[in-house]
């Protein structure tokens, strides 16, 4: 799993998303902006996450409260509940 560089600034987060919740756009293929990074934090239960940009090095990854998930800027990833979960994406750059 990648990890967040040293220079990159917090500076917001979403809301904290549970497996009812969790919006449709992120279950499937999306990207963050240039230069934009994710940490996936898990607050309870596991997801599912996977690198499924066709430029990258193909990665899946089950999320918890101990293994966070690192998105690189414009890499293309989704998310899969994989039971009751609950979780928020801060986002750097």
Do not use: N
């Not at 990665?59 to 293309?76: K, N, Y």
């Amino acid at each position: 799993m990648k990890t967040l560089p040293d220079h990159v600034v917090h500076y917001r987060s979403s809301p904290v998303f549970t497996d009812s919740t969790v919006p449709e756009a992120l279950r499937r293929g999306h990207t963050t902006a240039a230069g934009v990074w994710g940490r996936i934090t898990v607050l309870e239960g596991s997801l599912r996450y996977r690198i499924t940009d066709p430029a990258a090095q193909a990665e899946e990854h089950i999320l918890t409260p101990q293994q966070p998930g690192v998105v690189e800027p414009r890499i293309e990833h989704e998310v899969e509940v994989i039971g009751p979960v609950k979780f928020q994406v801060d986002f750097h750059r």
